[in-house]
């Protein structure tokens, strides 16, 4: 079935360490973004890219980053992590221009806990 | 300053009975407006949106009404069933035509009572 695949689905990481959230999409969206979900805060936007080579910054782009070396991957970094990045992270992709409803489309999300 | 407000986080409902979740707006440039849906442990999908020259889309149970004058949007689902107990958020296009991503309400929990 085509779509977004994320790895790993959860993680639990020591505060300081690095790590890389991936994401991967099979469906030629030349957009894609990063959202972190946390409890009465909603979907918050990280980082996006609308096209290969090219990212921009969110809502809450501190202690991340983000490349976008082809269509298909984007990947997300936490260089040293911190616990208050504890949270659910999703990738999600669309195709731009914007063909109709202008939606995104969704990962399943990658748990990341930070001790 | 969160352009899109959901001021219910949670919301419950008898099976059958109506459900309207209500969202507010601050940006009276938005061009349309998204309605997602997420169930616990999967990623947010699509439900239905509307643009922002109409009032109202209608898709099956789903029925999304815009008042621009009050800058308001609700979501009814009629009749309400048990799978529709989620988390739904409201959302809108960022700056840019929505190319730069949406901005999303803090969502409301709907409960659907048997």
């Known amino acids: 079935i085509a779509g977004i695949t994320q790895a790993p689905t959860s993680q639990i990481l020591a505060a300081g360490r690095r790590m890389t959230l991936r994401c991967t999409q099979d469906?030629?969206?030349?957009?894609m973004y990063w959202y972190r979900q946390d409890l009465g805060l909603g979907l918050r936007l990280i980082h996006y890219?609308?096209?290969?080579?090219?990212?921009g910054k969110g809502e809450v782009p501190d202690g991340y980053s983000v490349s976008r070396a082809n269509t298909d991957d984007f990947p997300l970094t936490l260089a040293s992590a911190v616990p208050s990045q504890t949270s659910v992270y999703f990738c999600a992709s669309s195709d731009l221009p914007h063909q109709g409803t202008g939606e995104l489309f969704f990962g399943e999300g990658s748990r990341l806990t930070v001790l | 300053d969160q352009q899109v407000k959901q001021n219910s986080p949670s919301l419950s409902v008898q099976e059958g009975r109506i459900s309207i979740l209500n969202c507010d707006y601050t940006n009276s440039m938005f061009d349309y407006f998204l309605w997602y849906k997420k169930y616990p442990a999967e990623g947010p999908t699509f439900l239905i949106s509307?643009?922002?020259?109409?009032d109202k889309n209608e898709d099956g149970r789903f029925t999304v009404f815009l008042n621009k004058s009050a800058k308001h949007l609700s979501l009814h689902i009629v009749p309400s069933q048990p799978g529709d107990s989620a988390v739904y958020f409201c959302?809108?296009?960022?700056?840019?035509?929505?190319?730069?991503?949406?901005?999303f309400g803090k969502g409301t929990h709907l409960i659907i009572q048997p």
């Open positions: 469906m030629r969206h030349n957009a």
């Open positions: 509307i643009s922002s020259i109409k």
């Open positions: 890219s609308n096209t290969a080579g090219t990212t």
């Open positions: 959302a809108a296009p960022r700056p840019g035509g929505g190319a730069d991503g949406l901005t």
